[in-house]
T-cell receptor
């Protein structure tokens, strides 16, 4: 079946950039998503990228997609303590309406 | 503002009890989903529904059932709770119209502890 992988933990210092990486196996993925989960809360959509794009920028967030390697990354510039959360990568193919989520990367921002 | 609500934030139940988790969405979405979230495993799909009275098994349906009697409400039922069902349960809904922006909207989650 489809699989989405992420590293489980990342620590950065406040003000540095964070880069969270994700790999996926489904070559028919049409949309790829990044979600953020703050402590005690559900998942909130951060951004998404269509599979025919290789980069998308949204304020402090930059998404890079390497479709050949099936690799997605999320860069957070000037990381703040409020960015501490779990970040989930997810894909959705064009045929289904189900999402496949990665295990989540717990980002810790150190002062 | 879109909203998915779940009936409880925290629940403590005993082994063998029947447990109901309720989810309500106010976005008139056709699709609704139940996931469980465990550390290091991410979200795993339990059941989903694309329409009223319709249900489909996800990746880990064993020990669970669901009910969708009304479009806005999707219930997850643990017929006889077991300790390995201690987890965070997340409900989500989405529209089937297919654009990238038609993401899944999540409720705040129910943290269930089975003793």
């Amino acid at each position: 079946g489809e699989d989405v992988e992420q590293s489980l933990f990342l620590s950065v210092r406040e003000g540095d950039s964070s880069v969270i990486n994700c790999t996926y196996t489904d070559s028919s993925s049409t949309y790829l998503y990044w979600y953020k989960q703050e402590p005690g809360a559900g998942l909130q959509l951060l951004t998404y990228i269509f599979s025919n794009m290789d980069m998308k920028q949204d304020q402090r967030l930059t998404v890079l997609l390497n479709k050949k390697d099936k690799h997605l990354s999320l860069r957070i510039a000037d990381t703040q303590t409020g960015d501490s959360a779990i970040y989930f990568c997810a894909d959705r193919d064009n045929y289904g309406q189900n999402f496949v989520f990665g295990p989540g990367t717990r980002l810790s921002v150190l002062p | 503002d879109v909203k998915v609500t779940q009936s409880s934030r925290y629940l403590v139940k005993r082994t063998g009890e029947k447990v109901f988790l309720e989810c309500v969405q106010d976005m008139d979405h056709e699709n609704m989903f139940w996931y469980r979230q465990d550390p290091g495993l991410g979200l795993r799909l339990i059941y989903f529904s694309y329409d009223v009275k319709m249900k489909e098994k996800g990746d880990i349906p064993e020990g669970y059932s669901v009910s969708r009697e009304k479009k806005e409400r999707f219930s997850l039922i643990l017929e006889s709770a077991s300790t390995n069902q201690t987890s965070m349960y997340l409900c989500a809904s989405s529209s089937p119209r297919g654009g990238a922006e038609e993401t899944q909207y999540f409720g705040p989650g129910t943290r269930l502890l089975v003793l």
